[in-house]
């Protein structure tokens, strides 16, 4: 199974993101079921987004979720509200939110099990800084991430773990062709998705995740991560806010 995952972030709004939608599904033929393809639009095209593509069996996911159910938290938007209009899945601890707004650990945790408990699959985002990687800190990073998030755990039985490595440095600065991030050798993002599988295997040595690559992933460099082993799939940014590349990318990636 290949899992190509595309994350809109705040680059399409409410009529682009239907217009995308529309083309997707009017695409669904050309997926193999070996493929699993999902994406991840902005709160306000979601529902929308879902109806359209729910029925042609690509999933569609949240971006962020809130940790509570229901209560005065202005401006927030529930695991349990995202799963009623249609989310399979949710990103969680995406490096643009542990970043530019401050997300801990320990809320990540909160909106990991927050999922759980209302059936969404989640998708936990790790990764390392330019800066930690060049203090040599990739590998502890990674590991504090994964043990605050999945530590002492009861996983649900049959639900899928899927963590997403994307080394901040190497994801792109905007949609545009010179905002590629640092490239990230597809032999390294391998070897980083080796050590996840490890690292979670560790944690829960019931669970197999589900490993992707993000960072800049590009229709030149599709194919190369999914060569990798232990790179189950991708999930892409800039280069899936657009038809013509998206299908290039999903193209490359399912010859
Ligand atoms: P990018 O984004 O493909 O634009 O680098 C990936 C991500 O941040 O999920």
Not at 21 to 35: D, F, G, Q, R
Request: a negative charge.
């Amino acid at each position: 199974m290949k899992y190509l995952f595309a994350n809109w972030k705040m680059y399409l709004d409410y009529d682009e993101s239907n217009i995308l939608a529309n083309a997707l599904a009017n695409e669904h033929k050309k997926i193999p079921e070996s493929v699993k393809v999902a994406v991840f639009p902005s709160a306000l095209s979601l529902y929308p987004v879902a109806q359209v593509l729910n029925d042609v069996g690509i999933g569609v996911g949240a971006q962020n979720i809130f940790w509570a159910d229901k209560g005065g938290y202005t401006g927030e938007v529930s695991a349990e509200m995202f799963k009623n209009v249609g989310c399979k899945y949710t990103l969680i601890g995406h490096s643009e939110r542990r970043h530019q707004f401050h997300e801990t650990n320990h809320e990540v945790r909160q909106k990991l099990e927050a999922a759980l408990t209302v059936g969404l699959i989640p998708v936990l985002c790790v990764g390392e800084t330019l800066k930690e990687r060049e203090e040599n800190k990739t590998e502890e990073v990674i590991e504090v991430q994964l043990r605050a998030a999945f530590e002492n755990l009861s996983w649900p039985v049959g639900r899928e773990l899927i963590v997403a490595y994307e080394p901040v440095w190497a994801i792109s600065k905007g949609m545009g062709a010179s905002d590629v991030g640092l490239p990230c050798d597809e032999i390294e993002a391998e070897r980083i998705h080796i050590l996840i599988a490890k690292m979670v295997k560790g944690i829960l040595p019931e669970v197999d995740p589900v490993v992707l690559f993000g960072g800049s992933v590009r229709k030149e460099t599709v194919a190369g991560y999914l060569s990798q082993p232990h790179i189950h799939g991708v999930l892409v940014g800039a280069a899936s806010t657009r038809l013509d590349s998206w299908l290039e990318i999903m193209a490359s990636a399912i010859n």
